[in-house]
Structure formats: structure tokens, C-alpha cells
């Protein structure tokens, strides 16, 4: 059985008491170790994310670069779901011993996401939270994963009320 180190577990600490629940439960079930990035974010930090593939010209944000871009959310007139106290998002990271370039691997994220997504179906059938869990390669949840959206963001997931 894996456990959080104390970075993930700071992380996960500032997340919504239901993500709290689907990641133990999920780094419990899951035979690929992983951690957590981030919970909740400054608006600082998201603006700082937000530039990314963009430049300000005059008071408009200008895309630059697709490829670079991570987020819609600038954190003050968008708020990311990280930007909420508790954060209403994670981002996770896969650990593979020896392997960090397995860290965002998609097939290493898919399979925690599908871990991750039985956990809170499971938990949401017993009451024990009241949201579901999106997937950021899955953003409308209908099964087909990453080619249909065209902000991919394996690395996240978020709380939706139903």
C-alpha cells in the first residue's frame, strides 16, 4: 500500500473534504503510486499559469502559442477550481521508481483516472460525498478521452455538484 509523502498530503489537505476522500481511497486501490501537485492555487499563481502561450496586448490576452497554453482561467475574472478554499481541484502526478519521465505519462494518468473515477462513483452511491469527479482529459465526461477536447489536462481533477 502506497502513502501521500508530505507535499501531496499539504496538497490534499487544502482540497475539498470529497477529493480528500476519492484520492486516499483511490492511492489505497491503485497498483501505480502517485502524488498531488497542487490543491488549492493563488490567483497569482493562476495568472502565472494563465500567460502561458499568451502576451498582453493593450488590456486583451493574445494566444501566441496553442501548444503552450494550460488553462482558460486567469484567476481573478475566471477562477480555475483550484482558486477555491478548499480547492474544488488536484492535479496529480504518477510515481514510477527510476522512471520520472513516466511522471505525466498518459497511460500511467489514464489508469489512475479510471482508479480514481470507480472510487468516487463508489463513494457517491454510498452518500459518503455529493460530487462527482471530472477528469481533465475527459472535461464532458462522456467516455471519449482526449481528442474531443482541446484543452488536455491529464494531470487534473476536479469536483462538479450533480
Request: aromatic share 10%; net charge neutral; charged share 25%.
Amino acid at each position: 500500500m502506497y502513502k501521500f509523502s508530505s507535499s501531496s498530503e499539504t496538497a490534499l489537505r487544502s482540497a475539498h473534504e470529497d477529493l480528500q476522500k476519492i484520492l486516499r481511497l483511490g492511492l489505497q486501490r491503485s497498483k501505480v503510486d502517485f502524488g498531488i501537485s497542487e490543491g488549492h492555487r493563488s490567483p497569482e499563481k493562476q495568472l502565472e499559469y494563465y500567460k502561458k502561450g499568451r502576451k498582453l496586448v493593450g488590456e486583451k490576452w493574445v494566444i501566441t502559442n496553442q501548444k503552450k497554453i494550460i488553462t482558460d482561467c486567469d484567476g481573478y475574472i475566471k477562477k480555475s477550481k483550484h482558486n477555491y478554499l478548499p480547492s474544488m481541484a488536484v492535479d496529480i502526478f504518477a510515481h514510477v521508481p527510476g522512471k520520472p519521465s513516466l511522471t505525466y505519462d498518459t497511460n500511467h494518468l489514464s489508469y489512475i483516472a479510471g482508479i480514481l473515477q470507480s472510487v468516487a462513483q463508489e463513494l457517491l452511491a454510498r452518500n459518503e460525498i455529493s460530487h462527482h469527479l471530472i477528469w481533465g482529459n475527459n472535461w464532458d465526461d462522456d467516455g471519449e478521452l482526449i481528442y474531443d477536447h482541446d484543452l488536455k489536462d491529464g494531470p487534473h481533477f476536479e469536483l462538479r455538484t450533480i
